[in-house]
């Protein structure tokens, strides 16, 4: 089975930074995505982590640590346009989808 | 590159009709296609997979005979909701595994979706 966890919402400050945890047990593992979505959109891919470590692009980062079934997303200068549902997602070939996490950007 | 096309994008039906969405991958071909569904407030929940040539793989507690799938060809799978009833509406996603042309592998591409209303 599946069990993939996040916060529900997080609240920050335009220029602050968040960071989004996601833990997992899954039945099998093939890597990890990370998705924004805004509502009524469908989600955009933001990242993807298969080793351990760190990934950057650009404001945004994702952490994968597999012994430990643990995920962050860190937003940097966040923006407002930043206010979303970010959604972790845990792959072995079928993607299995968190809640989602809402983040909202306030001035 | 990577583009996947939902048509519909939107749907108002009586109950009891039939609603038949497409999702195509616009510049790569997808052997695999992925049908999921999500409710207000929810996350996606993955309904069936869809393979070029061969029958889909439903997830449990969704009705294949209910919701019928397609995939005739590399850059087309039909979603079919036949006797669409109020609790099926809903927002439906499609995704394409990257397989080739401008896809990369090991990643999912999400057409925008399609808003159906049963009324």
């Known amino acids: 089975g599946q069990n993939i966890d996040q916060p529900t919402e997080m609240t920050a400050t335009e220029g602050a930074i968040v960071q989004i945890n996601c833990t997992y047990q899954?039945?099998?593992?093939?890597?990890l995505f990370w998705y924004q979505q805004h509502a009524g959109e469908a989600p955009t891919f933001l990242s993807y982590n298969v080793l351990d470590g760190l990934e950057e692009k650009g404001r945004f980062s994702s952490f994968l640590s597999r012994s430990k079934g643990y995920s962050y997303l860190l937003l940097k200068e966040l923006q407002m346009k930043d206010s979303a549902s970010y959604l972790c997602?845990?792959?072995?070939?079928?993607?299995?989808f968190g809640a989602g996490t809402t983040v909202t950007v306030r001035a | 590159g990577a583009v996947v096309s939902q048509h519909p994008s939107w749907v108002i039906c009586k109950s009891g009709t039939s609603v038949k969405i497409e999702c195509r991958s616009l510049d790569f071909q997808a052997t695999t296609m992925f049908w999921y569904r999500q409710f207000p407030k929810q996350s996606l929940m993955l309904m069936a997979t869809?393979?070029?040539?061969?029958?889909?793989?439903?997830e449990q507690g969704v009705e294949k005979d209910k919701f019928l799938i397609n995939h005739a060809s590399l850059t087309l799978s039909t979603l079919t909701v036949t006797s669409a009833h109020p609790e099926d509406s809903s927002f439906y996603i499609c995704?394409?595994?990257?397989?080739?042309?401008?896809?990369?592998?090991?990643?999912?591409?999400f057409g925008p979706g399609t808003r159906l209303t049963v009324l």
């Open positions: 869809s393979n070029e040539g061969s029958k889909a793989t439903y």
């Open positions: 995704s394409a595994d990257g397989t080739s042309g401008s896809a990369a592998t090991d990643t999912q591409y």
């Open positions: 997602a845990v792959t072995d070939y079928k993607l299995s």
């Open positions: 899954t039945s099998g593992f093939n890597g």
